[in-house]
């Protein structure tokens, strides 16, 4: 993992890097028909990645001359697993929810296993030929965020903490700058207003990844960056979140 570490800090340091990896990811979780219990767990991870030439100024200082040209990212591709929970079961709503199934998770690897196999993917040379590149997450909202790191760090996943960084909250970057109730309304809803279309069943993990990597592709390809100085819409892991839910629609 050392290598997208450095990766990450040769850019914070203002070292060049080869252009930046964003890294779209959506957790789903155990869920009960009004809402989600403070001891929920991960049952699918999911991430669809995308490439832009171009750094992504991560450090003290705003300035960066490439990100005056505007440059969509590529589609490289995704990773997607289900996860077997320790204690908790899917419930018939969250299956209604989801599209998962009890039977899946079941039979699927732990969150460890599957975070293991995850960062294979991104060591493979023919999906991320520029392993120079800086990683950065990317989330609509903290939630994925706070529930990741959470998680890890009850099932003694210890790497997690400083690999998972840094994460970038898309819906809060687009609350400062969007209609608020059209960013309320979730994700589908602003897709349509860029002319996207949402594909496939909303909160199936891969589903939502593959979603938000097209909304992320079309804010960085028309101007918006995913940096302020002020670091606004970073993700800190241990910064205060409320408990949000799926189902409540308050992710």
Known sequence: RDHILFANFQNQHRMPAAGTYYLCIDLEATCVRNGWDDNNEIIEFAVAALYSPLSLPLGS?????????????????????FC??????????????TSITR????????????????YDWLCSPEIFPHQTAQFVYCSWGAWDCHK????????????????????FNVKRML????????????????????GLTFDGHHHRGIVDAENLAKLVAELIGTGYALYQEDHVWVVAPDEDCPTSSTASGMQ
């Open 175 to 194: 609350n400062l700058g969007a209609d608020k109730s059209l960013v309320q309304s979730g994700l589908p809803a602003v897709l349509s207003s860029f």
């Open 61 to 81: 200082s705003s300035s960066n001359d490439s990100w005056s040209e505007y440059h969509r990212p590529e589609w490289v591709g995704s990773f997607t697993s």
């Open 84 to 97: 077997k929970p320790d204690t908790h079961e899917v419930t018939t709503f969250c299956t209604k929810l």
């Open 148 to 167: 990741l790191h959470e998680e890890c760090e009850e099932k003694v996943v210890d790497w997690a903490e400083d690999f998972f960084q840094p994460w």
């Open 103 to 118: 039977e899946q998770t079941n039979s699927a690897p732990s969150l460890s296993e599957v975070l293991d196999k995850f």
